[in-house]
């Protein structure tokens, strides 16, 4: 069964404290790994999509690596407007019942502390 | 650009109560739709997807129904709502006839059983 692990649960960083967030995976023939950022009471927002190892996405104080078993999302001298919680997912083949569906991790709270 | 539009934002039902939720998209045509329920601790489930006008399927079985009578429009219903109904409930667009594509949610509906 495809399994998706965040690692970890919640992270509190002091502002400017550079910290990376972990989503190991399990699946058979990945078809791309995205990560999204959720604010409390809200929908998950689209970040990056990762499709092969070795690829790199950046966005603002955002980084986001693939290696065949995991990725990670590098945050380097975050600020308090971070804060949220940021969901990993990876989408496998499709089958009769799903489709494209994206099987999610739990998430990764981040509070970033002035 | 492409928008999605998810009513009411929040739901208060008694149990036993009929439920109808909607999700629009704007913006794009032959979306591939998604509803999800967050539940706390447990991550995004998927609970119907569908490729297309009168397509659906069901990942879980529930008391829970879909329908897609326009391209554009997903709608998430119930007769009978039970406890175990309450939830986050989030509807998703991707890119239609793809994989590879990321999906992009409402801001969701929070539904409460009481």
């Known amino acids: 069964e495809d399994q998706v692990t965040q690692s970890p649960e919640a992270l509190r960083l002091q502002e400017g404290e550079s910290s990376s967030l972990n989503c190991s995976y399990t699946?058979?023939?990945?078809?791309?790994l995205f990560w999204y950022r959720q604010d409390p009471g809200k929908g998950p927002e689209f970040l990056f999509t990762?499709?092969?190892a070795g690829e790199e996405k950046e966005k603002e104080r955002l980084k986001a690596t693939l290696t065949k078993k995991e990725s990670f999302l590098h945050i380097t001298a975050p600020k308090p407007e971070d804060s949220a919680t940021y969901l990993c997912a990876v989408q496998a083949p499709p089958n009769s019942n799903s489709g494209y569906a994206l099987n999610f991790g739990k998430g990764t709270s981040l509070l970033v502390t002035p | 650009s492409q928008t999605i539009h998810q009513w009411p934002a929040t739901l208060v039902q008694p149990v036993g109560s009929p439920l109808s939720l909607e999700c629009t998209v704007e913006?794009?045509?032959?979306?591939?739709l998604y509803w999800y329920r967050q539940a706390a601790g447990r991550g995004l489930q998927l609970l119907f997807y569908?490729?297309?006008?009168?397509?659906i399927s069901s990942e879980v079985p529930q008391n829970l129904s879909a329908s897609r009578p326009q391209d554009r429009q997903f709608i998430l219903s119930s007769k009978k709502l039970l406890l175990s109904d309450s939830g986050f409930y989030l509807c998703?667009?991707?890119?239609?006839?793809?994989?590879?594509?990321?999906?992009?949610f409402g801001d969701g509906t929070r539904l409460s059983i009481l």
């Open positions: 699946v058979s023939g990945l078809r791309g």
């Open positions: 990762l499709y092969s």
């Open positions: 998703a667009w991707s890119v239609g006839g793809q994989g590879f594509q990321p999906q992009h």
């Open positions: 569908s490729v297309g006008i009168g397509q």
């Open positions: 913006g794009t045509s032959n979306p591939n």
